[in-house]
């Protein structure tokens, strides 16, 4: 099932609009929507976030995936950009949030999020958006080496449910310093650790899983979580 694509209108961006996706159930839908939103180094379409996409639609969920306006400027010039300005990221994941609840009606929304993409979510979260809780793939609580500088001074605005999902090889991410900043979150946090997973979520062979297993049981938690938190 191919899903739905469009264009959304951005404002203050070197770009007038970025691409999207709707990936919609085809059934008996849960009452909770994604907005999913992509890493640093890849776009909506990159084949983790179609999988990711497909595999959480697969599961009851309606998804909405989009192109911050760097990555979208990228896709169309055929070469690498930076990362946009943490203010227009943000403004643009925002608008993307209103597309999903227009199509959504009065159905909760979940911001979910590959590292970069998870932790505008929760800046997002912090500020109010509307959102009624967070998935956050990898959150890169600090740069590699740089643990002196974590990622967590909003955390305390947070209020909405989180499901953290973290590899205990992720060099962006030391589980005890997440441990520790986490008792500052302003609402109930839960931490999912991914054994031997990387920041991509990759795993060695002698893990004895594939990366594709390793995938298929995140989005099984998931799924768990959902219906633990909004039951």
């Given at each position: 099932?191919?899903?739905?694509?469009?264009?959304?209108?951005?404002?203050?961006?070197?770009?007038?609009?970025?691409?999207?996706?709707?990936?919609?159930?085809?059934?008996?839908?849960?009452?909770?929507?994604?907005?999913?939103a992509h890493g640093a180094g890849f776009s909506?379409?990159?084949?983790?976030?179609?999988?990711?996409?497909?595999?959480?639609?697969?599961?009851?969920?309606?998804?909405?995936?989009?192109?911050?306006?760097?990555?979208?400027?990228?896709?169309?010039?055929?070469?690498?950009?930076?990362?946009?300005?943490?203010?227009?990221?943000?403004?643009?994941h925002s608008t993307a949030l209103g597309v999903?609840?227009?199509?959504?009606?009065?159905?909760?929304?979940?911001?979910?999020?590959?590292?970069?993409?998870?932790?505008?979510?929760?800046?997002?979260?912090?500020?109010?958006?509307?959102?009624?809780?967070?998935?956050?793939?990898?959150?890169?609580?600090?740069?590699?080496?740089?643990?002196?500088?974590?990622?967590?001074?909003?955390?305390?605005?947070?209020?909405?449910?989180?499901?953290?999902?973290?590899?205990?090889?992720?060099?962006?991410?030391?589980?005890?310093?997440?441990?520790?900043?986490?008792?500052?979150?302003?609402?109930?946090?839960?931490?999912?650790?991914?054994?031997?997973?990387?920041?991509?979520?990759?795993?060695?062979?002698?893990?004895?899983?594939?990366?594709?297993?390793?995938?298929?049981?995140?989005?099984?938690?998931?799924?768990?979580?959902?219906?633990?938190?909004?039951?």
């Amino acid at each position: 099932m191919t899903g739905e694509r469009f264009e959304i209108p951005v404002e203050a961006a070197k770009i007038a609009e970025v691409s999207a996706v709707f990936d919609e159930h085809g059934g008996a839908r849960r009452e909770s929507a994604i907005l999913l939103a992509h890493g640093a180094g890849f776009s909506m379409d990159a084949p983790w976030m179609t999988t990711v996409a497909h595999g959480l639609r697969d599961r009851g969920f309606d998804v909405l995936r989009f192109n911050y306006p760097y990555r979208e400027r990228a896709e169309r010039e055929g070469r690498q950009r930076p990362p946009d300005r943490a203010e227009i990221l943000e403004r643009a994941h925002s608008t993307a949030l209103g597309v999903l609840r227009e199509r959504v009606g009065g159905r909760r929304i979940l911001l979910a999020g590959k590292s970069m993409g998870g932790r505008m979510s929760t800046h997002l979260a912090a500020k109010g958006d509307d959102c009624a809780g967070l998935v956050l793939f990898g959150y890169p609580l600090h740069a590699p080496g740089r643990t002196d500088k974590l990622r967590y001074e909003h955390f305390a605005a947070i209020a909405q449910p989180a499901l953290f999902l973290q590899g205990t090889r992720d060099k962006l991410c030391q589980l005890d310093l997440l441990e520790e900043c986490l008792k500052k979150y302003g609402g109930k946090a839960t931490v999912e650790v991914i054994e031997d997973a990387d920041h991509g979520f990759h795993v060695r062979k002698a893990s004895g899983r594939t990366d594709a297993e390793v995938l298929e049981r995140m989005l099984d938690r998931i799924g768990e979580w959902d219906g633990e938190v909004f039951p």
